[in-house]
Structure formats: structure tokens, C-alpha cells
């Protein structure tokens, strides 16, 4: 399906000079001369190359619909990770880069949905929020608390976030995977 250039979303696959490209980050700019355009930062599915390209609303690209497929995530052996397909409980391997960053949030037996393109899977989406636990956290500066700031803290994967000042080691949180961000305190 064709879409313009300014509808382009974070996430969307699209079909650009015959490779197929995830949308990582959108900026909309419109300069004081000349029209608005879209400027995109892409990630090749199939190489892992990173593009920016700039779409102009007068421009139309490919928006490729991928099947979907529910799996579980069992473990990681080496650089691959391995998921089971929920329906037919074949196993399949997966490199680790396909991932990038978000592999440090896997869980033993997470679901994730596969995006598959030709029956060959091209990306795993992890849900949008986990729970962890902060396992280390600065300690509150006195008279900070008035203004809304923030302090870095460690999850038990080791990603760091920002949380806010009532949050201490031990406390059990949910997190944005994709922004790296608290969310709010766990139930």
C-alpha cells in the first residue's frame, strides 16, 4: 500500500530501493523556505545498514504489510536466541543482532510476535512494557524533590533509566522497552 511521506510512523516497514527498511526515528521540518518534508532514519531488515532519507509530502513509498507470527522466547545460545512457535512448537534460532538493544529485556518464556516476510522472519517486537526490578539507585539529594526531577537508577538487566526521586533499590517497576523509560511502579 502507498503512503506520502509525512505519514510515515516510527515502526512502519517500508519497501525503498528494493530492500525493505524499519523506521527507527521521524523528525517533521519545515523550513522557512521550500516545503515541509519528513526526515527518516531507517535500518535495513535484511543487513542491518542505517539510512536518513527526507520525504517530501509529494513523495509515495511502499508500506509493507508483514504476517505475524505469536512466539516464546526459551533461551539464548551464543550470539543466536532461540523461540518456539507457540502454535506447532517448532524451534527456531535467531541472531542476536536482530534484536540490537531491546535483547537485554528478554525474559525465559517472554512472548514476542515475529514479523515475517516471505515465511522468513525479519523482526521480533517485544512487548511495549516489562517489569523489572531496580537493583541499584542514587540516593534522593536533599531539596531536589520540589521540582520534577529524575535519578538514574540499574535494572536487574543492567539497562539504566531515569525514575523518580521516591524509587529505591528493591522497588519492582514497569518500563517502556522501546523509550527505555519508567512507566510507574509496579502493582
Do not use: C
Amino acid at each position: 500500500m502507498k503512503i506520502s511521506g509525512v505519514d510515515i510512523r516510527p515502526g512502519n516497514i517500508l519497501e525503498y530501493e528494493k530492500g525493505l527498511w524499519k523506521v527507527a526515528k521521524i523528525q517533521h521540518t519545515q523550513p522557512g523556505k521550500g516545503g515541509a518534508y519528513m526526515q527518516v532514519e531507517m535500518k535495513n531488515l535484511i543487513d542491518g545498514r542505517k539510512t536518513n532519507v527526507r520525504f517530501r509530502s509529494a513523495d509515495t513509498v511502499e508500506k509493507v504489510r508483514l504476517d505475524t507470527k505469536e512466539f516464546q522466547y526459551l533461551y539464548q545460545d551464543e550470539s543466536f536466541l532461540v523461540f518456539m512457535d507457540n502454535e506447532n512448537y517448532e524451534q527456531i534460532n535467531l541472531n542476536a543482532d536482530m534484536l540490537g538493544e531491546e535483547v537485554a529485556f528478554l525474559t525465559d518464556g517472554m512472548d514476542v510476535t515475529l514479523e515475517l516476510y516471505d515465511e522468513k522472519p525479519i523482526s521480533v517486537q517485544l512487548p511495549d512494557h516489562i517489569e523489572a526490578e531496580i537493583v541499584e539507585a542514587d540516593a534522593v539529594v536533599k531539596g531536589q524533590t520540589a521540582s520534577s526531577s529524575y535519578k538514574p537508577a540499574v535494572l536487574d538487566n543492567g539497562v539504566r533509566v531515569m525514575v523518580p526521586p521516591f524509587i529505591a533499590a528493591g522497588t519492582r517497576i514497569v518500563v517502556d522497552v522501546y523509550a527505555r523509560e519508567y512507566v510507574r511502579k509496579a502493582d
